[in-house]
């Protein structure tokens, strides 16, 4: 194999640059996320990051502060979430040693040094990232898994080449089934997930170099990730370092055991209920947020308040958002042009305020295929693609 292994000493030496930098935060205060068990840490210099809710430390698990989504369209490096299963892939790589290596099922093995693959066009892509977990706090029933609230999602600006040039230079052989993508973790079992061929092939799908121009730091897979819009986040290896093209279908536990949902409509099933057939996940749901009020927050009487937040799907353009106080009567709400198809696209509306007392409001997304969030969230027992139509509950005075 081409792959840089770092040495054990050069590796536990840098494990403990890690923990220096995670148990020394510059500065840490408390947080509650909205359900049980939601004490978080705030804190602030952890793996070059700004502010950060800390789940876990080793291997890390950084959620972003909600407000960071009424900042702007793009999430910043910095303040973008951080997710990886094992603390096992490299800090460092040998870059002029880095190679790509491409193999399997087909015609020509390819090993490309980042130069190689700089060689190629390269285009910029507007996508969100978005945990297949994200949100899994709120379950009910709970369930085990990372305690997210609603910060597990990102939108960057990838840049990076087709994946499709490189598999169309490697030749992949007719009965190809499926592809298969390994980083340098090197904890077992391996972390691989792997696409169809003609999802691979999709143009968009990106073996990706920079994020908000810039290069990629550590933590988001330097020096190459797979990016591949409009998919659960899962798929997008970091470290990229082995493509294998199969004649049949994935049989690694990252496929075949973990990240699968219930085959059913919805990806739900009932707590309790005898495991039936399971599918790998894939693409996401339709999903809004209002960014700029939380729950509790006081409106004044009588008055017209600006709400605005953010929308995305990862199954079509977002075509629709629209806001309401009952569930029933629903007002659309203006969306702004830019964003890109895959990216997040922002809205916003006024909202009148009636009298004193309490009011609610929902806010829903649908997208081009007509996909609509559901009033009430599924359960599956991996806390896995919750999506519901997010509500608030505001004091008029
Ligand atoms: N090599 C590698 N790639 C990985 C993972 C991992 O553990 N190892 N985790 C995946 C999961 S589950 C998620 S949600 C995203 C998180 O990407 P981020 O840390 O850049 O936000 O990376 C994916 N790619
Ligand atoms: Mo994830």
Request: hydrophobic share 40%.
């Amino acid at each position: 194999m081409d792959h840089f292994i770092p040495s054990r000493r050069h590796f536990m030496g840098l494990l403990g640059v890690t923990a220096a930098a995670a148990f020394a935060p510059l500065r840490a205060t408390d947080l509650q996320l909205p359900f049980d068990n939601g004490k978080r840490r705030l804190v602030e210099g952890v793996e070059g990051k700004g502010q950060m809710i800390l789940q876990r430390t080793r291997a890390p698990l950084l959620e972003t502060p909600f407000e960071v989504y009424d900042q702007g369209l793009i999430t910043p490096v910095d303040r973008f979430y951080v997710r990886w299963h094992t603390a096992s892939a490299p800090r460092q790589i040998d870059t002029p040693a880095f190679r790509v290596h491409v193999h399997g099922h087909v015609e020509r093995e390819l090993s490309l040094t980042l130069a190689d693959i700089s060689s190629l066009p390269a285009r910029e892509i507007t996508a969100v990232s978005q945990c297949a977990g994200n949100s899994r706090g709120f379950s009910d029933p709970r369930v085990p898994g990372a305690q997210w609230g609603n910060g597990a999602m990102g939108n960057a600006v990838w840049r990076g080449v087709s994946l499709r040039q490189v598999l169309d230079r490697a030749g992949v052989k007719a009965g190809a089934v499926a592809i298969r993508f390994r980083g340098l973790d090197a904890m077992p079992p391996q972390f691989g997930k792997s696409l169809a061929v003609d999802v691979a092939r999709n143009d968009d799908v990106l073996l990706a170099t920079h994020m908000n121009g810039q290069p990629l730091p550590w933590v988001h897979g330097f020096p190459l990730r797979l990016v591949v819009p409009g998919w659960f986040a899962t798929y997008w290896v970091k470290t990229l370092s082995d493509i294998e093209v199969l004649d049949t279908e994935d049989d690694n536990y990252w496929m075949a055991k973990a990240y699968r949902i219930p085959t059913t409509p919805d990806g739900s099933t009932t707590p309790g209920a005898p495991a039936g057939a399971t599918t790998p996940i894939s693409t996401m749901p339709p999903r809004s947020f209002v960014t700029n009020l939380h729950d509790g927050d006081r409106l004044r009487a009588h008055s017209t308040q600006v709400i605005r937040g953010i929308a995305f799907s990862g199954k079509g353009a977002i075509a629709r958002v629209e806001w309401s106080a009952d569930g029933h009567a629903w007002h659309r709400c203006q969306l702004d042009s830019e964003g890109g198809k895959y990216g997040f696209r922002r809205w916003h509306a006024q909202m009148p305020v009636g009298a004193a007392g309490q009011q609610r409001l929902l806010v829903r997304a649908t997208d081009a295929g007509g996909n609509v969030q559901p009033p009430t969230a599924g359960w599956n027992p991996g806390g896995f693609m919750r999506n519901v139509v997010e509500s608030l509950n505001l004091v008029v005075a």
